[in-house]
């Protein structure tokens, strides 16, 4: 079975400090692991992926995120927030060899202050 | 990089009556699902869309509430029947790709029911 969690419904931060949303998966085999932003109102946008390459993964807008196996992680960072990075991140795990339906963490809400 | 189109993107509906949603998908997938996302919460899959026959139910939905078509490799819908002010969401097609297991999503269809 596999499952992730994200450890913190909300993060808030200052603009131009650092970004740190967290992400733990659970998976019986190798998984496929991904960071999607979901502006208000909008739809989910792809920020980045892991799929068994590089474990360091870079992404959209500055954000990246590290594969760490041994921990079970793909944090997501980003060096510096912009006001335009509130939204609501999900991670999002598929398993290869075993389940392929894609399985959403609850959320995590990102706000910005000036 | 597969894009789905899924329509339509907003809806009021009166209650007792259904709506039916639809994607379609520029490439084939080798899996499509449907999700629903309440207010302030993640994503909950509905159900995985098989090409052909009867869709596969997650615990807490039914078919006769939320039949799902797929004829082909590329193409999907979901109806949401008999509609209750508690059925208004945002509801989601997500497709797998062949290659890489990436998923894909429609931009999805923001239900109201009065």
């Known amino acids: 079975a596999q499952s992730v969690t994200q450890l913190d419904s909300h993060v808030s931060v200052s603009e131009g400090t650092p970004v740190l949303l967290r992400c733990n998966y659970s998976s019986s085999y190798s998984p496929s692991l991904f960071w999607y932003v979901q502006h208000p109102n909008k739809g989910l946008q792809l920020l980045l992926k892991y799929t068994s390459a590089a474990t360091l993964v870079k992404g959209i807008n500055g954000f990246e995120a590290e594969f760490k196996k041994s921990e079970t992680s793909f944090h997501l960072t980003k060096p510096s927030a912009h006001m335009s990075d509130a939204a609501e991140y999900f991670c999002v795990v598929i398993g290869s060899g075993g389940s392929y339906i894609p399985t959403f963490g609850r959320g995590t809400s990102l706000i910005v202050h000036p | 990089s597969a894009v789905i189109s899924q329509k339509p993107s907003r809806d009021i509906c009166q209650r007792g009556t259904s709506l039916t949603i639809q994607c379609q998908v520029d490439?084939?997938?080798?899996?499509m699902f449907w999700y629903r996302q309440q207010p302030g919460q993640s994503l909950t899959l509905i159900a995985t869309?098989?090409?052909?026959?009867?869709?596969?139910?997650e615990s807490g939905f039914v078919i006769d509430k939320f039949p799902i078509s797929r004829p082909n490799l590329t193409f999907s819908t979901l109806t949401v029947s008999n509609m209750s002010p508690e059925d208004s969401s945002i509801y989601l097609c997500?497709?797998?790709?062949?290659?890489?297991?990436?998923?894909?999503f429609g931009q999805g269809t923001r239900l109201t029911v009065v």
């Open positions: 997500s497709g797998i790709g062949a290659v890489n297991t990436e998923a894909f």
């Open positions: 869309a098989n090409q052909g026959s009867e869709a596969t139910y």
């Open positions: 490439s084939q997938v080798t899996m």
